[in-house]
């Protein structure tokens, strides 16, 4: 009898070419197809909720694929972790309903973007924080991500090769956090994002704590729905997709 199971996996995306599969490059979905189908002894094939890009990190993306299995579907987490590479952990499994899409049910993405805001870098955050030595006003990024918060046409945030058609997106809360090291994060949650819009966001956010871009000019950029009106894609390495609230979960 085949059965459904649900993957919250975490990897340090620095050696990948991101989740999904491409030719001729490693990517995370084709290291668990591969350990999955070693273990399970038939052919699986996972379905990601997020395609995270090359060298984007996650603390909680979600998979699903369906298997005969009998193994038990909490054991399936601890048996497969003995497979795969110490960059990738699968952190739960469980039995789903057969008919549960990641993709299809409505959830809340949380991301993290890190800046290492220093005169120096410090090499232990270099694959995981994205380096800036220009003193960053917050108080200014703190005015700008005010009015990035709430339902946008966030056009103006998403890559130009964005397949979609409703560039609509809904933003909880957009927070800051300054640590004492230096670090800056920025904490996002929203019902779904674009391609690289949290990345395009925090390269806005960084070049008005730099004084390029007055916090207030935010809702100019908005209106504009044009991808050449906001900032820079931010670098991949300062991201990682925290978690996946499910409606059922929360």
């Known amino acids: ?6 993957l919250r996996v975490a990897y340090d995306g620095t050696a990948y070419h991101g989740w999904q599969l491409q030719p001729g490059a490693v990517t995370i979905e084709q290291i668990l197809n591969e350990k999955l189908t070693e273990l399970l002894g038939e052919p699986i094939e996972v379905i990601g909720a997020s395609r995270t890009d090359s060298g984007v990190h996650a603390r909680g993306n979600v998979a699903v694929f369906d298997t005969c299995h009998r193994m038990p579907a909490d054991r399936i987490c601890l048996a497969l972790n003995q497979r795969l590479p110490e960059d990738i952990r699968v952190q739960s499994s469980e039995e789903v309903p057969p008919d549960w899409h990641p993709r299809r049910c409505s959830c809340i993405k949380t991301y993290e973007y890190k800046i290492l805001n220093r005169k120096i870098e410090m090499p232990m955050e270099r694959l995981y924080a994205h380096f800036c030595y220009f003193d960053l006003d917050l108080g200014k990024m703190e005015q700008a991500a005010a009015l990035l918060v709430g339902q946008h046409d966030f056009k103006s945030f998403c890559n130009v090769r964005t397949q979609v058609k409703d560039t609509v997106r809904t933003i909880y809360e957009l927070r800051l956090i300054r640590q004492g090291d230096g670090m800056i994060t920025i904490c996002i949650r929203g019902n779904g994002f674009l391609y690289n ?6 390269g806005t956010l960084i070049s008005v704590g730099m004084g390029q871009i007055p916090p207030e000019k935010i809702t100019e950029i908005l209106e504009a729905k044009d991808r050449a009106a906001a900032g820079p894609t931010a670098p991949a390495k300062g991201l990682t997709l925290v978690g996946m609230e499910y409606e059922e979960m929360i």
Do not use: E, H, Y
């Open 1 to 6: 009898m085949t059965k459904r199971i649900r």
């Open 197 to 202: 819009m949290v990345r395009i966001i925090a």
